[in-house]
T-cell receptor
Framework: AQSVTQLGSHVSVSEGALVLLRCNYS??????LFWYVQYPNQGLQLLLK??????LVKGINGFEAEFKKSETSFHLTKPSAHMSDAAEYFC?????????????FGTGTLLAVQP | DSGVTQTPKHLITATGQRVTLRCSPR?????VYWYQQSLDQGLQFLIQ???????AKGNILERFSAQQFPDLHSELNLSSLELGDSALYFC?????????????FGEGSRLTVL
């Protein structure tokens, strides 16, 4: 069975500082991993996805994530935080191999950006 | 705009009542997924339909049911509502057959049970 664990339910950074949101996965099959962002009162929007083509994945809004098999991790980073990055971020892994291809989500990390 | 449309956006009702949430997937997407988001449970998968057929069931209560119609829109029916059913209900759609493809989410239906 596949699962993801997000370490840190709340992360606070200063504007201009590095953003690091942690995600570890557990999967019995090659994982397909996703990061989504949820702004207040909105739905989930895809930031980026890992599909085994490249271990370093670049997404929208300057975010990127690196797939590390040895560490079973897929951490999300952004070199310089902006106020507009304040949102909740979800890591997800695809559940496939049977009849479904749903996504299984982590518990989310709420990112606060301080001026 | 993801292309997934959910109605209503907000719904307030009383315990014991029944409500129906509606979802229209992106044009061409055959799969529809329902998720429940609450503060204590996070994002929980409820159910998936593909081209009218149920594909997978998650943590969906027996009081809840769903269906997907021939025009591919889907409805989630919640009955005998309890206070704990208050949550944000998301619908998502995807291109079937792609394990690398993402899910596209609607903006959700916020249900408040009083």
């Amino acid at each position: 069975a596949q699962s993801v664990t997000q370490l840190g339910s709340h992360v606070s950074v200063s504007e201009g500082a590095l953003v690091l949101l942690r995600c570890n996965y557990s999967s019995s099959v090659p994982p397909y991993l996703f990061w989504y962002v949820q702004y207040p009162n909105q739905g989930l929007q895809l930031l980026l996805k890992y599909t085994s083509a490249a271990t370093l994945v670049k997404g929208i809004n300057g975010f990127e994530a690196e797939f590390k098999k040895s560490e079973t991790s897929f951490h999300l980073t952004k070199p310089s935080a902006h106020m507009s990055d304040a949102a909740e971020y979800f890591c997800a892994v695809r559940d496939y191999g049977g009849a479904t291809n749903k996504l299984i989500f982590g518990t989310g990390t709420l990112l606060a950006v301080q001026p | 705009d993801s292309g997934v449309t959910q109605t209503p956006k907000h719904l307030i009702t009383a315990t014991g009542q029944r409500v129906t949430l509606r979802c229209s997937p992106r044009s061409g997407d055959l799969s529809v997924y329902w998720y429940q988001q609450s503060l204590d449970q996070g994002l929980q998968f409820l159910i998936q339909y593909y081209n009218g057929e149920e594909r997978a069931k998650g943590n969906i209560l027996e009081r809840f049911s769903a269906q997907q119609f021939p025009d591919l829109h889907s409805e989630l029916n919640l009955s005998s509502l309890e206070l704990g059913d208050s949550a944000l209900y998301f619908c998502a759609s995807s291109v079937e057959g792609s394990i690398t493809g993402e899910l596209f989410f609607g903006e959700g239906s916020r249900l408040t049970v009083l």
